[in-house]
């Protein structure tokens, strides 16, 4: 899912906790992020410039071995299954909260990667050792970097 098409649904959803599923991973963006961390549990975020939206966007991730336990310990809260996310709700959100929460997370910088640096990595990658769950992980990671997205 794209980041303009996770921010419709951020808006859609103004009192849910969306929890996108990327890869290997789960994600929670803007609104979310800030009531996973106020709710649930805080987990390391990140904040960057995103092109395509123009603006700063923060999340937070989590390994899918990890859902399980974070869907029990919310109990009782209204869960939606889609196929790629979550969506919990029955949350209070204050907007200048979440403005002044936003702020004070500071911007991860990250260097523009060369063509070098790409090869370098893939050199150095000891692919006979990684299973090929990590190795599929790699690539997404690259991809990632290569195209500058989340």
Not at 95 to 110: E, L, V
Request: overall charge positive.
């Amino acid at each position: 899912m794209k980041i303009a098409d996770i921010l419709i649904l951020e808006n859609k959803y103004p009192n849910a906790i969306i929890l996108h599923k990327e890869g290997l991973f789960w994600r929670a963006y803007e609104k979310s992020a800030f009531l996973f961390t106020q709710n649930i549990k805080a987990f390391k975020l990140t904040k960057k410039y995103i092109k395509n939206v123009k603006t700063n966007i923060v999340y937070l991730g989590f390994p899918e071995n990890s859902l399980v336990k974070i869907l029990e310990y919310i109990g009782k809260k209204e869960i939606i299954k889609q196929e790629k996310y979550f969506v919990i709700s029955k949350y209070e959100i204050n907007k200048n909260n979440f403005t002044d929460w936003k702020n004070s997370i500071d911007i991860t910088i990250t260097k523009t990667l060369s063509s070098t640096t790409i090869s370098e990595k893939i050199r150095n990658y000891p692919i006979i050792a990684k299973t090929p769950i990590e190795c599929q992980q790699f690539l997404i990671e690259l991809q990632t970097e290569i195209n500058g997205t989340i």
